[in-house]
């Protein structure tokens, strides 16, 4: 079984440009989170789909950013225009909760993003 | 506001030299603490979940340990191979969202 693909791997802009970061989730997973890690800092949690509807946005830093999902597939974290303080790396993981089973989510191998 | 610290930051260990790794958390109401491993240019790996203080999990070298407060991970007889950095989530009642300690960094030498 796939895991949970994203690309590009490592993408480099300069400030005022944009950017989209793509996640396909593990096939048949509903829950996509978005999370990002800036330089020596912790995981920070920024969003979660349920299917196509945003669950919670509440990690998402301003306005400068919007992720999508559309037809509850894979997902598309936008940054418009990029700043300097954006760069770090950006994680997606997918979940399904399934009667009975865990809450454990399966990331995918991230997106570094520098922003020059 | 939900937190969570781990303990050591670094820790370099001889294989073969048991040791264990601590995360300590504040959140209001736990749904689950989870342990995830993380190789350079990777993204977490899961290892453990976690649910109600006194629960335990193995794996291999790997023991996940929980209490009210924190929980420990284990590791017995170590390898170079488990060199990576550990990281510790906990998920509250009242979101889906994870959220993280800083890790803390093995290095097993040979």
């Known amino acids: 079984e796939a895991g949970v693909t994203q690309f590009p791997s490592h993408s480099v802009i300069e400030k005022g440009q944009t950017v989209t970061l793509r996640c396909d989730p593990i096939?048949?997973?509903?829950?996509l989170y978005w999370y990002r890690r800036v330089m020596g800092k912790e995981i920070k949690f920024l969003l979660h789909f349920v299917k196509e509807s945003k669950q919670d946005e509440s990690g998402m830093p301003n306005n400068r950013f919007l992720a999508e999902r559309t037809g509850g597939t894979y997902s598309t974290l936008k940054v418009q225009p990029a700043e300097l303080e954006d760069s770090g790396v950006y994680f997606c993981?997918?979940?399904?909760?399934?009667?009975?089973?865990?809450?454990?989510?399966?990331f995918g191998p991230g997106t570094r993003l520098t922003v020059t | 506001e939900d937190q969570v610290t781990q303990s050591p930051e670094a820790l370099r260990l001889q294989e073969g030299e048991s040791s264990s790794l601590n995360c300590s958390y504040t959140v209001s109401g736990l749904r689950g603490l989870f342990w995830y491993r993380q190789d350079p240019g990777k993204g977490p790996e899961f290892l453990f979940t976690?649910?109600?203080a006194g629960e335990e999990k193995e794996k291999e070298r790997l023991k996940a340990t929980l209490t009210k407060k924190e929980s420990f991970l284990h590791i017995t007889a170590p390898k170079p191979e488990d060199s990576a950095t550990y990281l510790c989530a906990v998920r509250a009642n009242y979101g889906q969202n994870f959220v993280f300690g800083p890790g803390t960094r093995l290095s097993v030498l040979p």
């Open positions: 096939s048949g997973h509903d829950n």
């Open positions: 993981a997918s979940s399904q909760w399934l009667a009975g089973s865990s809450y454990e989510q399966y």
């Open positions: 976690l649910y109600s």
